[in-house]
């Protein structure tokens, strides 16, 4: 950039937009950054019962302040023009949501990679896992109002409500009445290695976390294991399964 910029009234059409977007950015970092520190000083459940708190009126008066702006209604702290869109335009828009979502996890995966190697990337998204899938696990279970322990019914229910739910095509089988398997039956990010002429990557150790973490943070009762994922072997009708088993004592 030129020099000859010296204040935000200099900038041309263009890079003022540009740097619109690039606030936002600050805002989302600036809000991880926040969670992240409370989490760390406090512990993770009282983080999440702050964020319940920052969330509610972080969202409200962003919103009010952007509809002002650029011009649009909010009607019972939605957009208008979200609730003016058809079903079928909202589900697509959910799961453009969740395909970004995977594109980001893959984009912070890769950079990590090329710059330290994949045992540093491996090591890095696991962590992340063990902090993310507790946050979703919560974030779920406050969207759908399910009681501290829902049980499996209640993990089930809370599966089909994932970000990955809406990339992958996944099943349930009834097992007894204390457990289920969940398949991942086509998996976005194995698939596309499939199609290259890619071996599977070796996600079970993140899917250790992931899916343990998950399924407690629903159900502190619940327990799970993983019967293949890869780099197991696994059969053509699914990628990765799990059994979650309830423990009543």
Known sequence: ?????????????????????????????????????????????????????????????????????????????????????????????????????????????????????????????????AHFSPFEAWSIKRYLDLPENPGLEGLKRALGFRLYARVNTQSFINETKESFIFQMNECRVQSARKRKGLDDYPCKSGGLVEYTYFARSIDSRISTECIGCPPDEHPDEWYCAWRFTLQET
Not at 21 to 50: C, N, P, S
Not at 70 to 98: C, N, R, T, Y
């Open 1 to 129: 950039m030129s020099d000859k910029i010296e204040t935000v009234e200099d900038l041309d059409h263009e890079d003022t937009a540009r740097l619109v977007l690039d606030m936002f950015h600050r805002i989302i970092i600036h809000y991880a950054l926040w969670f992240t520190e409370v989490r760390h000083q406090m512990g993770m459940e009282k983080a999440l019962d702050t964020l319940k708190i920052a969330s509610d009126r972080s969202l409200g008066i962003q919103m009010k302040r952007l509809s002002k702006v650029l011009g649009f209604q909010m009607k019972d702290g939605i957009p208008q023009h979200l609730l003016d869109m058809s079903k079928e335009s909202l589900l697509e828009l959910l799961d453009s949501v969740a395909v970004n979502w995977l594109a980001n996890d893959g984009v912070w995966f890769q950079a990590v990679e090329f710059e330290s190697g994949m045992n540093d990337a491996k090591r890095c998204n696991d962590s992340c896992w």
